[in-house]
């Protein structure tokens, strides 16, 4: 799940996140308290603002970033299971939605079977089916138009692959491989058990169920691509309007029925986001509670968050968490970018790692230096690796003698690279256009052209910014992101973030001489239900792909959330890493 600050505006953390996380101003992490759930109402707008010009995503196959999946989820999408709407480690648990059930596992986990509830619609007033579920499964199989959202249908299900590795099936536009695909995903006859037939045993099946990429979509309603502007709800509120750069207005859903709905409550009437205000404006907003009723998506400038958790009189509007993930650069290796060891290698030692901490608010506020893409609160899938972080050549500050000295070897050994890096092409960096990533850059600019780059930086829209990272053919050497596992198994973070078409590969390292031989110990890794064996195994790639300086520093991340004084039962989820949503009421 990709970190949606890291874009400036994608995954999901274990329960134990949560006994780990900090409070700032006394307000301790876990939320609403009995009292103030028993103060929710129903009632008025509840306003969202932030500097992104749009959402990543609103179709449910394409959303792949946590704070986005947790709102959509929340307001406009059902799926078959969900993230129980409470705040601490309970929260991270799995309750039915639009089945009965959190899924029914048979065959050694190779088959799993989830029975719709009766009575569930659309926006339109027709029956939620089964046909619908396995309809928008099937979507995530046209990879040339659904793009960027999480892959798991495409490697747990039982449908064998082209040699060059895609799926045999592509998808409900083209139709090639339906067969293969209805023999995989079935309906029965009522219409209301769905079944899932997978290629090897995974017993966390239904976690992955809980994303919309595995939630319904009527067929007779799809547009394609342009799904995204305005998805049909199945959730308590429905897209009044979409206007990119301006506002969404979700208004209520009169063919919800709460009846049928055990996870949301739908206190507000309407929600109402505010897409593209200038960052100062919002934290002026927020500062001075000039909107009572609004909750700020994007968190505060680190200047005026300081200042916030400094001063008593916002006690009760903030809190300060240690997040889901871990905030990294992807250092594009393929042709013509970062193809060389040695030149990713130099930046990653040239990195000024401590000012960009400082930058963005410190320890208290930002996060602490890590060794590894999958962070401690894994437990079993966590270890420190050795080398990069842990090398007696890195300092926190940047090592430009060192990394010079890199570049030097790079000349002989990869001499194109090395040319392009230091020459007049240069080294491109992908950054959110946003103020604070505006100073960042000039942080960066100094210590790695100490190091003998040439740097440029390529400012994206806050909205656009995956969509643009995530195409190879867009991306520039490195990109800013931000990862956390989608459940407690680290099968979702080393396979999304290094195996191509895992879902968020921004290391372009497919066509990497020792890729190969590193994808096939990833696919084998999936299949294992010996969980010691595969956390082992986690370890081990982990180490691999820090050796490959795949990604730059690793940042174990935390995040403020702050809202207006008339917003009620806030507390943090700990799956999406986020605002409690269901839980957000108007008082």
């Not at 919800?256 to 309407?270: C, G, L, M």
């Not at 919002?282 to 609004?294: A, E, G, H, R, W």
Request: hydrophobic share 40%; glycine share 10%.
């Amino acid at each position: 799940m990709s970190d949606k600050n890291m874009a400036g505006t994608r995954r999901r953390i274990i329960a134990t996140a949560a006994a780990a996380a900090l409070a700032a101003g006394g307000l301790l992490v876990g939320g609403a308290t009995g009292a103030s759930a028993a103060a929710a109402k129903s009632g008025g707008t509840l306003y969202m603002v932030t500097h992104n010009g749009q959402f990543a995503h609103a179709d449910p196959q394409r959303n792949y970033t946590g704070q986005d999946i947790a709102f959509f989820n929340t307001y406009v999408y059902r799926n078959l299971v969900v993230y129980k709407p409470a705040a601490g480690p309970s929260g991270s648990g799995l309750v039915a939605d639009l089945a009965t059930n959190t899924g029914v596992p048979s065959n050694n986990a190779k088959t799993w079977k989830f029975t719709l509830r009766p009575g569930v619609k659309w926006e339109d007033g027709s029956a939620i089916t089964c046909a619908d579920v396995k309809y928008g499964v099937s979507r995530t199989y046209a990879t040339d138009v659904i793009t960027d959202g999480p892959a798991y249908a495409l490697s747990m299900l039982n449908i064998p692959n082209n040699k060059d590795g895609s799926s045999q099936y592509a998808g409900p536009y083209k139709k090639t491989g339906q067969a293969l695909f209805d023999k995989a995903v079935t309906c029965s006859k009522d219409n209301r058990t769905i079944t899932f037939n997978l290629g090897h045993s995974v017993a966390d099946f239904n976690y992955a169920a809980s994303y919309p990429a595995f939630g319904p979509v009527k067929a007779s309603k799809d547009t394609g691509d342009k799904y995204d502007l305005k998805p049909m709800a199945s959730g308590p509120y429905k897209i009044a309007k979409y206007t990119i750069n301006g506002e969404m207005d979700l208004v209520r859903n009169p063919n919800w029925s709460k009846a049928t709905d055990i996870v949301r409550p739908a206190y507000p009437d309407n929600v109402t986001v505010r897409f593209g205000l200038d960052s100062n404006v919002i934290d002026q907003i927020m500062l001075t509670d000039s909107i009572p009723n609004t909750v700020n998506l994007d968190g505060l400038q680190p200047v005026n968050n300081q200042k916030f958790f400094a001063e008593a009189q916002y006690s009760a509007r903030r809190m300060n968490v240690n997040d889901p993930y871990v905030r990294y650069y992807g250092l594009n290796s393929s042709p013509g970018h970062l193809d060389c060891l040695l030149v990713r290698k130099a930046f990653f030692f040239a990195w000024d790692t401590q000012a960009l901490i400082d930058l963005s608010g410190g320890s208290q506020f930002y996060g602490a230096i890590g060794d590894n893409p999958i962070k401690p609160v894994l437990g079993l899938d966590y270890a420190p690796t050795t080398g990069n972080t842990h090398d007696s050549n890195f300092k926190a500050a940047g090592n430009p003698t060192y990394a010079k000295s890199l570049l030097d070897q790079a000349k002989t050994v990869c001499p194109a690279t090395y040319a392009k890096v230091t020459g007049d092409v240069g080294l491109s960096i992908d950054l959110p256009n946003n103020a604070t990533q505006q100073k960042a850059s000039v942080l960066m600019k100094a210590a790695l052209s100490q190091a003998g780059f040439n740097v440029k930086f390529n400012f994206i829209p806050g909205g656009q910014y995956y969509p643009t990272v995530q195409d190879i053919t867009k991306q520039g050497d490195a990109s800013r992101a931000g990862w956390g596992a989608d459940w407690a198994n680290a099968s979702t973070v080393i396979p999304p973030l290094y195996l191509k078409d895992g879902g968020f590969d921004l290391s372009g390292n497919w066509l990497d001489p020792v890729y190969a031989g590193f994808a096939a110990k990833v696919t084998a890794a999936l299949a294992m239900t010996d969980r010691p064996k595969q956390a082992a195994e986690w370890k081990s790639l982990a180490q691999f792909a820090m050796d490959q300086y795949w990604i730059s520093v690793p940042i174990f991340t935390k995040q403020q959330l702050d809202w207006g004084s008339k917003v009620g039962g806030v507390a943090f989820w700990d799956p999406q890493g986020t605002f409690l949503f269901p839980a957000l009421y108007v008082k």
